[in-house]
């Protein structure tokens, strides 16, 4: 056996293994012995069959397990001798079969890690954009939980549509006289004022009253997704199918305690908590996203095609799909793949990075580390609640142990590089 390596870049490798005419005979008379023993052909008892005869019948389906056979006893076998250590399955590129008394080459594609050396994620400058958590903020968020738990009430027919309603419209459009089916809704509730639809659909329903219908035209902007309908007139018929007001519950502590909290002090104490917290995870993501700018812009390296492919895979399942059949179509829609690929290149040298620091750093977790994490994730120190809570601290060691140690690890990383960075916050 013969082996040349060709380096492609700096994550492939091209190797290329000629074998001799003797290797390749070889292996066709162990094939042909084998079949010999086990072929059934009428006229002959089992395994008395000629061989000549085995040949002349089983010829090409035999090259085609001789040719697996021999790229499987050969193929590992050179890049061990090569000291190439795949990341994925090879890709074979030839596709000539074997012949009986002559030479065979087969050539393969090998992914392999590139050599990595991340430098400067010492002494970074990072800056983030603190979350205001202002009272007009906790006001907001004290509205929303309000409006959330609303109530409707049905007006009156002789009542005209203003700006706080709640209607109920239905509407077909066009565009120059030209059906546009995917712009049609019926009985979409919206809340005149909130900025939900067009500007001049909306101010359109204004002084509408139900079961009226009227012609409203609006114009898309100019960053209207499709370029093809950018800045085009619509024309839309709108009837208007119900008008009801939003009923408000008042802020008080009844209204904290349907809400399961003992008063509304409580219940301000306790948005404004969840907000601090919004605003620590806001500040992380935004140290996160800038440490991992900086470090990837820094250290320039390639991606292993079967590391982007395997990220790929990962993003579609992380969307949402009506079945198992859909998800698994989605991962060969080319053009799906096409679009994800440079956001999963990103996340694998994101990925890459924070592994050499890990390394680097020999940063480790451990089953404490997890075991705290369990418990902040169930909200409660289980270790503490008996024999129950200890079977079920097991039972979700068993199943997020791996996975939760993954991600502590990726945690601990960027905390270490945060931590020996200068931090600013920008006004």
């Given at each position: ?53 085995i ?7 035999v ?34 079969l ?15 890690m ?75 509730e ?57 009923v408000?519950p ?55 095609p ?122």
């Amino acid at each position: 056996m013969k082996a040349t390596v060709e380096q492609i870049n700096s994550v492939q490798r091209r190797v290329r293994v000629e074998l001799s005419s003797d290797d390749v005979t070889t292996a066709f008379n162990t094939a042909y012995s084998k079949l010999q023993r086990k072929a059934s052909i009428r006229g002959f008892r089992p395994g008395k069959a000629p061989l000549t005869l085995i040949r002349k019948l089983y010829g090409q389906s035999v090259a085609v397990d001789v040719a697996d056979d021999l790229v499987r006893r050969n193929l590992f076998a050179a890049l061990a001798d090569q000291q190439i250590n795949p990341i994925a399955a090879p890709v074979l590129e030839s596709s000539d079969l074997p012949e009986t008394g002559k030479d065979y080459a087969f050539t393969a594609l090998i992914d392999v890690m590139p050599e990595l050396k991340i430098s400067s994620y010492k002494g970074l400058s990072l800056s983030y954009r603190p979350f205001d958590i202002s009272q007009e903020v906790l006001g907001r968020e004290l509205t929303r939980l309000q409006r959330s738990h609303a109530k409707s009430r049905d007006l009156g027919a002789d009542v005209s549509a203003a700006k706080g309603h709640l209607v109920a419209i239905s509407h077909t459009a066009t565009r120059n006289g030209v059906a546009l089916p995917e712009f049609d809704v019926k009985d979409l509730e919206v809340e005149i004022g909130r900025q939900d639809l067009w500007h001049e659909l909306e101010d359109g329903l204004l002084g509408m009253k139900v079961g009226e219908t009227k012609n409203i035209t609006a114009t898309l902007p100019a960053d209207y997704p499709d370029e093809e309908l950018r800045g085009s007139q619509i024309d839309y018929i709108v009837t208007l199918g119900s008008l009801k007001e939003l009923v408000l519950p008042t802020l008080d502590d009844e209204f904290a305690k349907d809400l399961g909290t003992e008063s509304l002090e409580k219940l301000t104490e306790n948005i404004k908590m969840s907000l601090a917290r919004h605003a620590e995870q806001e500040k992380r993501r935004q140290l996160e996203a800038g440490l991992l700018d900086q470090l990837v812009e820094q250290n320039s390296f390639e991606v292993p095609p079967s590391i982007v492919d395997q990220v790929i895979d990962g993003m579609i399942d992380e969307m949402n799909w009506k079945n198992d059949k859909d998800r698994a179509e989605a991962k060969h829609n080319k053009e799906l793949r096409t679009s994800l690929l440079d956001s999963a290149k990103r996340r694998a040298r994101n990925t890459m990075v924070l592994h050499e620091i890990i390394r680097a750093e020999n940063l480790q977790v451990t089953d404490a580390d997890v075991d705290a994490q369990i418990r902040q994730m169930l909200g409660k120190n289980v270790s503490e609640g008996g024999a129950d809570d200890a079977k079920l601290m097991e039972s979700l060691r068993q199943h997020f142990s791996a996975n939760l140690k993954e991600t502590l690890m990726f945690t601990k990383a960027v905390d270490f590089v945060i931590n020996n960075s200068e931090v600013r916050e920008l006004t």
